[in-house]
């Protein structure tokens, strides 16, 4: 007997699956467990996601779904992982409470760097591994060095053409493969999820569409410049001639956000709607197909354009770039490819012409010489790339994603010269130099 275990924690994911099963990316099985994992940081007060409107229309792909937070309870699955003194009775528990007996496993799993997918991953050793991608991290490079005892069961990963032409950088240390799921099966999955807009409110036909993110919640941004942000996508989209707005928050963003905005569309003379229900984004462009999405680096802005066709426009992306720490945050790829690509808000020809930033070919050569940037140990392969990207581009608008002292350390084109390198080590230098900052200010005043 062979049983397929499927981890996923979003509805986009669970999308994602779907249609991988109905195109056949995965072999025949005698059982399929969808294993669902509520990721939120207070899980008690988010639903998970076999609970959300359309859920229903896509269970039919799985035999039985079972409950990783009601498994490992009271701990949480971003948090919990097994000793390795445990992996072997872990597995000896949870074959009979799932009914596995003696099958044989196959796992698809997504985010293989982290918990819970790292847990389940350890836990049924020696099953082979299938990494699914549900967003642009997959053209990043992963963000921490793996176990081989895991990095070499996997076989592949899956992932949607969301950058047509880019090759996703993830696990490649490893010689995984990427493999694409067909377009027209998701967008036909992602039809099957459109009846869920009968739960919707009215909405308004060809309205502007605003992708909330709650980045603050991640602690790139404060409370107060997330909302300045989502001020500046409704101001954007205004004064672009878009009278008719429609925002969609984060599910567990503060509710006072939506009413700054909806002040702030009385003020511009905008028609303003706020959707609280949990949809996925793809379902409003069933629906409404927005005259224009407009977000930060939401993977949502990605499928708006290449699967759909619709005008998108990204902001907010400078800073992100400039605040985005370590260096080596997971979201650093996916804000680069959305700064690279789609054209700025503020910028009415390249939001109406939709002018991509840069060619595929262009973003791939940055797509690498970031990655080694960001994981230098684990692609060292990759420097060549980056010493010829960096030598050949490293222009005014090439430097926003990168840093001067990461380029130093590296001994990166770009970087402090070598010869000049002891000076932000030499403590004497560091001294004078705050000398010369205070008598500047003295003098200034």
């Known amino acids: 007997m062979r049983t397929q275990i499927f981890l996923a924690s979003t509805l986009y994911g669970v999308a994602t699956l779907a249609a991988a099963l109905d195109s056949d ?29 359309g859920f229903e229309r896509l269970r039919d792909r799985f035999d039985d779904v079972v409950s990783w937070n009601e498994t490992i309870a009271p701990l949480h699955p971003g948090d919990w992982a097994p000793r390795p003194d445990d992996v072997p009775l872990w597995e000896r528990h949870l074959r009979p409470l799932w009914g596995l007996g003696d099958d044989e496993i ?48 996997i076989d592949r990963l899956l992932h949607l053409d969301l950058v047509p032409g880019l090759k996703p950088v993830l696990l490649t240390e490893f010689g995984v493969e990427p493999e694409l799921v067909p377009t027209d ?16 409110p009215a909405l308004p036909e060809e309205p502007a569409l605003l992708l909330g993110q709650y ?10 410049e997330e909302e300045r942000l989502h001020l500046r996508m409704l101001r954007g989209a205004v004064a672009l001639g878009h009278t008719r707005v429609v925002f969609k928050p984060h599910p567990s963003a503060p509710a006072g956000w939506s ?44 499928t708006a354009s290449a699967l759909y066709g619709l005008p998108v426009a990204r902001t907010g992306t400078g800073t992100l770039l400039e605040r985005l720490t370590p260096y080596e945050n997971s979201n650093r790829v996916p804000v680069t490819i959305v700064d690279a690509l789609l054209p700025g808000l503020d910028d009415r020809e390249a939001v109406t012409g939709q002018r991509r930033g840069m060619t595929v070919e262009a973003l791939s050569e940055l797509v690498e010489a970031v990655s080694f940037a960001m994981q230098p140990r684990i692609r060292p392969d990759l420097r060549p790339a980056a010493e ?19 380029l130093t350390s590296l001994a990166l084109p770009g970087g402090i010269p070598v010869q000049l390198g002891f000076i932000p080590r030499n403590a004497a230098v560091r001294r004078m130099a705050r000398r010369a900052r205070a008598l500047g200010r003295a003098m200034g005043r």
């Open 185 to 200: 099966a998701f967008l036909k999955v992602l039809g099957e999820l459109g009846g869920t807009a009968s739960e919707l």
């Open 388 to 406: 010829r990207y960096l030598a050949a581009h490293l222009d005014t608008h090439a430097r926003r994603y990168f840093k001067r002292r990461r």
């Open 106 to 153: 196959e796992l698809a799993v997504e985010s293989i760097q982290v918990n819970p997918a790292l847990a389940v991953c350890q836990i049924f050793t020696g099953a082979p591994v299938t990494v699914y991608a549900d967003g642009l991290m997959s053209y990043g490079p992963t963000r921490n060095k793996l176990d081989p005892l895991v990095g070499t069961r």
């Open 25 to 53: 990316c995965f072999g025949a099985a005698d059982r399929r467990i969808l294993l669902v994992s509520n990721n939120a940081a207070t899980p008690e007060t988010a639903p998970p996601l076999d609970r959300l409107p």
């Open 215 to 224: 980045l603050s919640a991640l602690g790139i941004l404060t409370a107060e």
């Open 259 to 302: 009413r700054a905005l909806r002040e702030e569309a009385g003020t511009l003379g905008a028609e303003l709607t706020v959707l609280d229900t949990p949809v996925l984004a793809e379902v409003l462009y069933e629906h409404t197909r927005p005259a224009l999405v407009v977000g930060c680096f939401s993977t949502a802005l990605l």
